[in-house]
């Protein structure tokens, strides 16, 4: 019998292929969807590249691996970023970091050359933006102006940030973090963590601070029903160096996932409260469900593959 994450990762995995049309901005059923159909392959892409890594690539990917190929290689797909003027740079800077081996990087090459040059400096950006950029630049091969890690990790949301209500017992049953705050932990763990291939750098009372505020937001998760920062705060825990499969937050997070997780694999959104209703019409619910079902598979990928010596 498949333990709960195999049974999360294959349900999730199988949605996935079947619903690799949606991915595709230039399909029929994609063309006149309302979701970010750029963000949405990026995402894809992203799945395929931590998979990739793994000892054994899943078959349920064959076809997300072939679509990335195709789109990232078709000059039309790095156009689709200008839509959306606000996050262009910084999508073309993830479509050259995540672009698969072998292709012809003809595209990757010019859209490098028309990032802005404001993109890959420092100034005016966060600590975790900063994260964010070095990541996907030092991936795409980029020079760039960001501080290394171990200097932005004191100021990171792994370490700055505190819990709402952490001095304030009358304020516990209050979200730990907002939504915002909670998301940033998760990136920037996933970002230091090269998604579970290398340790954080955190040690000692840092260490021990991040992981308290991940199983914390972790049990507010679980106890509001939201699945989608469920599957990232369980994969936080593991890049860690934490078992999520032997925490009570951790296993507690992955039975929530398993009761929100339809019969055909789907999570239907981000929450409870957030979730595509049963009447949905296909494009409107593939919106709702694709984010969640694509980070829960990453997850139970991650967590259930053995850590890099």
Wanted: charged residues 20%.
């Amino acid at each position: 019998m498949p333990s709960s994450l195999e049974q999360l990762s294959s349900g999730a995995l199988d949605w996935l292929g079947r619903n690799l049309d949606h991915f595709d901005p230039f399909s029929a059923s994609a063309r006149s969807a309302t979701h970010g159909k750029a963000k949405a392959a990026l995402e894809l892409a992203l799945l395929r590249h931590c998979a990739a890594r793994t000892e054994a690539v899943p078959e349920a990917l064959s076809g997300a691996t072939a679509l990335v190929r195709k789109l990232w290689q078709d000059p039309d797909f790095p156009r689709l970023f200008d839509e959306v003027p606000a996050h262009a740079s910084t999508y073309g800077l993830i479509y050259a970091a995540l672009a698969p081996d072998g292709i012809d990087d003809t595209e990757c090459r010019t859209t490098l050359a028309r990032l802005s040059p404001d993109l890959l400096s420092p100034d005016g950006k966060s600590p975790y933006r900063r994260i964010e950029i070095r990541y996907y630049a030092d991936k795409a091969g980029v020079r760039h102006g960001m501080e290394p890690y171990a200097e932005l990790l004191p100021r990171s949301p792994l370490v700055a940030l505190r819990a709402a209500g952490s001095e304030n017992p009358a304020a516990q049953d209050a979200a730990p973090l907002t939504t915002p705050e909670a998301y940033a932990l998760t990136h920037t763990g996933f970002y230091l963590g090269d998604f579970g291939r290398t340790v954080p750098g955190l040690t000692g009372s840092a260490l021990a601070h991040a992981l308290a505020l991940v199983c914390r937001m972790l049990d507010h998760c679980v106890e509001h029903d939201r699945w989608d920062l469920a599957a990232e705060l369980l994969l936080t825990q593991f890049i860690l160096g934490s078992d999520p499969l032997r925490t009570a937050s951790g296993a507690a997070a992955v039975e929530c996932l398993i009761r929100a997780q339809q019969p055909d694999g789907a999570i239907p959104g981000r929450s409870a409260a957030l979730k595509a209703p049963p009447s949905a019409p296909a494009g409107e619910f593939f919106r709702k469900a694709y984010h969640t079902t694509l980070v829960t598979a990453l997850m139970a990928l991650i967590v259930s593959s053995p850590r890099p010596s």
